[in-house]
């Protein structure tokens, strides 16, 4: 005899009560260490302090200075070379000659591109030239430049051109070749072509592929100023800070070395950190296109 099915009637809603306890925090003030370690800067100074006790221990417990100097003695170096030596001099020496090239770097990276949006001819012709350059180290341009420029600040910046200039060209062409074709068409129905299309549609669109290979093409020009001064030094009537760095070295000055490089990474610290940063901030990520 087979089974009665009773059907069982559930309630169309359930209700059940929590008692205070049982309800989880769901916001909390924060204390003030979270708030502290909550800013970048305040973690990245951390971790600037963690690699200098760790520079400061190795340095103590190798005991020479001529190999590795301590981070004091590294510090008091940079004191001494910085208010009693030349390296401020040098430091702006390089600095001049690194913004002269930086600057034409972005301008004709900045034709080449709209050339290569305007015409088929000039994407062809960027396509190429970056196949064929962007792979060559600027360094190795440096016996040409020597022979076409002399010696001095025109083949330090014929360097830095060629360091900057396909870094920055290719990213900004692929960030024009990712603009959706809504905002294209959105461009066209305002009546904008050639370069007012480029600079109303196209440069706000690929804003976070232009400051992208801006910073690359910095990174390249700082690395490849440095080097070329290593080489041959001299631009105008004074070396720069990379020929500060090599006539350290020459007199077996360690600390002094040291000094040289630490400058080289606080300023690549301070161009990132505040220049390219403020940037960021105030268009791509005040305008939600990064997070």
């Known amino acids: 005899m087979a089974e009665r099915l009773e059907l069982v009637l559930r309630p169309e809603f359930e209700e059940t009560s929590l008692e205070d306890a ?23 100074l951390a971790i600037l302090v963690l690699l200098a006790g760790a520079w400061e221990a190795y340095g103590r417990y190798l005991g020479n200075p001529l ?36 600057a034409a770097g972005l301008l004709t990276a900045a034709a080449f591109t709209a050339l290569a949006v ?6 062809d012709l960027l396509s190429t030239l970056t196949a064929m350059f962007n792979p060559l180290p600027a360094i ?18 014929f360097v830095i051109v060629h360091s900057v200039l396909w870094a920055v060209a290719l990213n900004t062409h692929t960030g024009f070749l990712a603009v959706s074709d809504t905002m294209r068409m959105a461009g066209h129905n305002y009546g904008l072509h050639g370069l007012r299309f480029v600079v109303h549609i196209l440069m706000p669109a690929a804003l976070p592929a232009i400051l992208a290979g801006a910073k690359i093409g910095w990174a390249f020009a700082w690395r490849t100023l440095i080097a070329a001064e290593l080489v041959f030094g001299v631009s105008s009537r004074s070396g720069g800070l990379g020929w500060f760095i090599f006539e350290n070295r020459n007199e077996l ?39």
Do not use: C
Request: a positive charge; zero cysteines; proline letters at 4%.
């Open 22 to 44: 049982q309800v989880a925090e769901v916001q909390r003030p924060l204390n003030a260490l979270e708030r502290v370690t909550n800013l970048d800067w305040v973690r990245r």
């Open 140 to 157: 190795a341009l440096l016996p040409i430049a020597l022979l076409w420029f002399g010696l001095g600040t025109p083949s330090l910046v």
């Open 118 to 123: 305007s015409t088929r001819i000039g994407t």
């Open 253 to 291: 000055q360690t600390a002094n070395v040291f000094a040289g490089l630490t400058a080289v990474i606080v300023i690549g610290l301070l161009v990132e950190s505040v220049i390219f940063r403020n940037i960021e901030l105030r268009t791509v990520r005040r305008w939600g296109m990064q997070r």
């Open 67 to 102: 190999m590795v100097p301590t981070f004091t003695e590294v510090l008091r170096a940079l004191w001494d070379a910085l208010f009693h030596g030349p390296l401020f001099e040098r430091i702006y020496a390089t600095l001049k000659v690194l913004l002269i090239g930086y």
